[in-house]
């Protein structure tokens, strides 16, 4: 069965730092999101991407984020200079149409120190 | 989109239906309503979604009451590994409506041997 593939599964990194995170989305998908778990909290919407370009973004996803898609295949997360709260589990997704019927990664958990 | 209200907590006997029921009195006419779960920290998992009629596939049925203001989830027969936090969400179906899935609290649904 296909599946979204994400990469690191976790990933440590200093306070200041940059980040990517990279995503493998299914292949005959067309629209792409990110989404974010902090610890104990909610599962938050950060951007939707279609047409390479974005097509919706929260209040979550300021001037330090972007996502990118370098290729036919990946999809990418960066975060510029990241911050202690940017700590948690970053979850990718796709759909084959802009329906409520996403396809979710097994997350990519980031922490920053 | 429209808010849903439900149980935080359930518990269910290994084998019987677990059935988690949703309140959306606020829906729109053009709104689906969308059930996923999350195991343990897993990404999202799509279940189910309909707009007016009851739907049925391998994973669930739902139930949808005619007025479409609450809906209910059924597992006709709960295994361990239906243990999860399931999630309730109305949304309009795509075009140019948003992309966002919004995430509750969900129910935490405990099945018991």
């Known amino acids: 069965e296909p599946e979204v593939t994400q990469t690191p599964s976790h990933q440590v990194t200093q306070m200041g730092q940059e980040v990517i995170l990279r995503c493998v989305p299914i292949?005959?998908?067309?629209?792409f999101y990110w989404y974010r778990q902090i610890l104990g909290q909610k599962v938050e919407f950060l951007v939707s991407?279609?047409?390479?370009?974005?097509?919706?973004k929260s209040e979550i996803f300021d001037d330090q984020f972007s996502v990118e898609r370098p290729d036919g295949s990946n999809f990418t997360l960066k975060i510029r200079s990241t911050k202690l709260e940017d700590s948690a589990m970053y979850f990718c997704?796709?759909?084959?149409?802009?329906?409520?019927?996403?396809?979710f990664g097994e997350g990519s958990r980031l922490t920053v120190l | 989109d429209a808010k849903t209200t439900q149980p935080p907590s359930m518990d269910c006997a290994e084998g019987r239906a677990a059935n988690l029921p949703c309140n959306h009195s606020?829906?729109?006419?053009?709104?689906?309503v969308y059930w996923y779960r999350q195991i343990h920290s897993q990404g999202p998992q799509y279940i189910i979604h309909?707009?007016?009629n009851n739907e049925t596939n391998e994973m669930a049925s739902l139930i949808i009451t005619e007025d479409r203001k609450s809906s209910t989830l059924i597992l006709p027969h709960a295994t361990l590994r239906d243990t999860a936090v399931y999630y309730c969400?109305?949304?309009?179906?795509?075009?140019?409506?948003?992309?966002?899935?919004?995430f509750g609290k969900g129910t935490k649904l405990s099945v018991i041997p």
């Open positions: 997704a796709s759909s084959e149409q802009g329906t409520g019927e996403l396809f």
């Open positions: 969400i109305v949304r309009v179906a795509g075009g140019a409506g948003s992309y966002q899935l919004t």
């Open positions: 606020t829906i729109s006419g053009n709104e689906y």
């Open positions: 292949s005959n998908h067309l629209y």
């Open positions: 309909g707009l007016k």
């Open positions: 991407f279609y047409n390479n370009e974005i097509s919706e």
